[in-house]
């Protein structure tokens, strides 16, 4: 980073799901697996974050703003935005130039998005290494419970949802069989983790990426 060069960081917003019916809307399941902090259940991921915060040394806001998201129950979009501000105050005191931090969708989640430019005093190693320390006191552990909490699940189901009609036919467009039309919630998001990460390997073309055609974004 530096020297003209930048980093985005991408945004989610979640998307209202249209209609209602009598049924609740299918959600992903969560079959839990230690190695994903995805499928975690929130206690345990809030658990982790506070430990692992305290041992990285991160600000006391940090900490605080993890307990405060810890008796809520989730973390809000309003902690993270305070978060990602305290980290941008970090590395702008570097004299990194920061734009304007703007609102983006991902994956049906709200995040903030934004460019950072590291000063030119500095190359892009050290400054690369002194703004991940700025990250790490202020806003990661904060941003990776928001985005890994059952609410950023449950906003994905939304949005595959509301794109799913979409979603199948660009997954057929792109080399899928008839099992498509019939896939459930969780294989539909396995086949589009398949098609836009392995592609090939999975049977599919890479001509497009249909997560992002549906604009859902990574």
């Given at each position: 980073?530096?020297?003209?060069?930048?980093?985005?960081?991408?945004?989610?917003?979640?998307?209202?799901?249209?209609?209602?019916?009598?049924?609740?809307?299918?959600?992903?399941?969560?079959?839990?697996?230690?190695?994903?902090?995805?499928?975690?259940?929130?206690?345990?991921?809030?658990?982790?974050?506070?430990?692992?915060?305290?041992?990285a040394?991160?600000?006391?806001?940090?900490?605080?703003?993890?307990?405060?998201?810890?008796?809520?129950?989730?973390?809000?979009?309003?902690?993270?935005l305070?978060?990602?501000?305290?980290?941008?105050?970090?590395?702008?005191?570097?004299?990194?130039?920061?734009?304007?931090?703007?609102?983006?969708?991902?994956?049906?989640?709200?995040?903030?998005?934004y460019?950072?430019?590291?000063?030119?005093?500095?190359?892009?190693?050290?400054?690369?290494l002194?703004?991940?320390?700025?990250?790490?006191?202020?806003?990661?552990?904060v941003?990776?419970?928001y985005?890994?909490?059952?609410?950023?699940?449950?906003?994905?189901?939304?949005?595959?949802l509301?794109?799913?009609?979409?979603?199948?036919?660009?997954?057929?467009?792109?080399?899928g069989?008839?099992?498509?039309?019939s896939m459930?919630l969780?294989?539909?998001?396995?086949?589009?983790?398949?098609?836009?990460?392995?592609?090939?390997?999975?049977?599919y073309?890479?001509?497009?990426?249909c997560?992002?055609?549906?604009?859902?974004?990574?």
């Open positions: 980073m530096g020297n003209g060069r930048r980093r985005a960081a991408i945004a989610l917003a979640a998307l209202a799901l249209a209609g209602c019916t009598g049924q609740p809307a299918p959600t992903l399941t969560s079959v839990y697996d230690a190695n994903d902090e995805s499928t975690w259940g929130f206690e345990e991921l809030i658990e982790k974050a506070i430990a692992d915060a305290g041992t040394q991160a600000t006391d806001e940090q900490i605080a703003t993890l307990v405060a998201a810890k008796a809520g129950g989730e973390v809000t979009k309003g902690q993270a305070d978060a990602t501000n305290a980290y941008i105050s970090c590395a702008e005191a570097l004299g990194a130039n920061v734009s304007t931090v703007t609102d983006a969708t991902s994956l049906g989640r709200w995040w903030p998005s460019q950072i430019t590291g000063p030119a005093s500095m190359s892009d190693q050290e400054f690369g002194l703004d991940a320390d700025c990250m790490t006191k202020n806003s990661a552990f941003m990776d419970v985005s890994n909490q059952p609410a950023a699940r449950e906003a994905l189901s939304e949005a595959l509301e794109h799913e009609a979409q979603l199948k036919q660009c997954l057929i467009a792109m080399g069989g008839s099992e498509v039309d459930t969780d294989e539909l998001w396995s086949a589009l983790k398949d098609q836009s990460f392995g592609g090939e390997d999975y049977g073309s890479r001509e497009k990426d997560i992002i055609d549906a604009g859902i974004n990574w």
